[in-house]
């Protein structure tokens, strides 16, 4: 299965601040999907990022707080823009893998102060 | 209705007991089953994918009905390396996202 190596693994930023995560795969996908575990809770997606077109963001999630770019099918970014403390949560992506399973990149656990 | 419903737990039980966890989905559409794994502070790792047919591997069961709409996975002999969050995956078609219940979580003591 795909290997991701996400940065950064955490992070504490001040409020209004942003912050962009990176994802790089180690082979080409075509789909990348993007998603928030706040704590406790389980993962909801952000939006699915598709090299070539923009994102297709999930309801409660527009491009103007959550950019994403896909230059290429090996890697993507994800800017959590003017920062609050509700943002404060593990940000993570995600590619399909072999017999259906999905791989994960290790997470960032961002924290807003 | 939210669309991967889980009992949230936790499930406390000792070592060597079986466990078992259940699962429903709300989109009769879905097409692949998955139960994943994580442990505090990772990322969830895929535990094994559900079959209609049934399928184990080792100690771990999983079972779908697509009648009712339900999956469950049952550990048996557990071992205190079992403890963590048990998350039911529902996918409604191949390289769609996944969409995750809300876990349980499983304690095993010694």
């Known amino acids: 299965s795909a290997v991701i190596s996400q940065k950064p693994s955490r992070d504490i930023c001040q409020r209004g601040t942003s912050l962009t995560i990176q994802c790089q795969v180690d082979?080409?996908?075509?789909?990348m999907f993007w998603y928030r575990q706040q704590p406790g809770q389980s993962l909801t997606l952000i939006a699915t990022a598709n090299q070539g077109s923009e994102a297709t963001y999930e309801s409660g999630f527009v491009i103007d707080k959550f950019p994403i770019s896909r230059p290429n099918l090996t890697f993507s970014t994800l800017t959590v823009s003017n920062m609050s403390p509700e943002d404060s949560s593990i940000y993570l992506c995600s590619v399909p893998g072999p017999r259906g399973g999905y791989t994960f990149g290790s997470g960032t656990r961002l924290t807003v102060v | 209705r939210k669309e991967v419903e889980q009992d949230p737990g936790p499930f406390n039980v000792p070592e060597g007991a079986t466990v078992a966890f259940n699962c429903t989905y709300s989109?009769?559409?879905?097409?692949?089953f998955f139960w994943y794994r994580q442990d505090c502070r990772k990322e969830p790792k895929l535990l094994m994918s559900v079959y209609s047919s049934g399928n184990e591997d080792g100690r771990f069961t999983a079972q779908l009905n697509r009648a009712s709409q339900y999956i469950s996975l049952l550990i048996r002999d557990s071992k205190l390396s079992d403890s963590a969050t048990y998350l039911c995956v529902v996918n409604s078609r191949a390289g769609t996202a996944l969409i995750f219940g809300k876990g349980t979580t499983l304690s095993v003591s010694s």
């Open positions: 989109n009769s559409a879905s097409q692949s």
């Open positions: 082979s080409q996908v075509t789909m």
